[in-house]
């Protein structure tokens, strides 16, 4: 499914990070890279040119770090808006994977979203794999001796608001290689702010979560029919289903999170506020984006 995959650096040192963490792509089966530096020219006040010349070495740098890890790599040199030139970069090329870094910016305590990572996260027609980029967690890591990331299939965690998008992500899962994922969790959040909202009984709450159970028990064993190992689902309650899912992942047992960006229920929003948007700018996991197919 991700054997061509396009990364966006921007040649800093977080962007090694980035580099470091792409080994676990072998974990998706993804064998070309396309390393790609885009300069905005709203960014760099005509200076494209020159500053193309200077990326060269170190574009070529981190494309040997990448050949290490037994990735077969290209590079390419571009100007113009990012989310625009990816997005035709990728479809032209045949690439079926965008991944972008993500940084954790605080200001006044507030953690902001990367303007580039989330300007092609929302413009992107593939899907988008968010690598969080934070150089104390990985310092760590290495004082662990751990040289690699852990295994992006190792434990999955999908969020559903059983969405027509939603189910697209089902069918992801479905296919090679999420297929061979050691666990996936399915998790539903029942937005109990909406649904004071609407001045239901508790009976009828009863039912809705018995009805959202039923659902998730169908779905995983939808997946379960496919051979994955291990499916389990989780039922929660809370007036942010994007902090509930946040509060989820702080547990540490998940290995990458999956989301679709345009369901047509809590995930719907197509703003930074949206759910799958907030929680690929907030997680400490890998996110990955699945966009809704075209009609």
Known sequence: MFKKALAVTDLSDSSHEMIERMAGLKSLHTEEILLVRCFNPRDVGGLEERLMEQAEEPLAQQKKELEAYGFQVQTQLLAGIPQHEVNRLS??????????????????????????????????????????????????????????????????????????????????????????????????????????????????????????????????????????????????????????????????????VILGTQGHGWLSELLLGSVSHAVARHSEVPTLLIPSAKE
């Open 91 to 256: 479809k032209e090329t045949g690439c079926s994977l965008i991944i972008v870094g993500e940084q954790r910016h605080t200001l006044a305590g507030e953690i902001l979203f990367d303007e580039t990572a989330g300007a092609i996260s929302h413009h992107a027609e593939a899907p988008v794999l968010v690598l969080r980029l934070h150089a104390e967690i990985r310092a760590a890591e290495k004082e662990e001796g751990r040289k690699e990331p852990p295994d992006l299939l190792g434990h999955i965690l999908a969020p559903t608001d059983f969405s027509q998008n939603a189910a697209q992500v089902i069918d992801t899962l479905k296919q090679y290689p999420f297929s061979n994922a050691q666990k996936i969790t399915l998790l539903h959040v029942q937005n109990t702010l909406y649904l004071h909202d609407l001045e239901i009984d508790q009976k009828t709450l009863d039912e809705f979560s018995s009805w959202d159970q039923q659902r998730l028990q169908e779905r995983c064993k939808e997946l379960r029919d496919c051979g994955i190992q291990e499916v389990n689902s989780e039922l929660l309650h809370g007036s942010s289903p994007k902090r509930e899912i946040l509060r989820r992942l702080e547990k540490g047992d998940i290995s990458m």
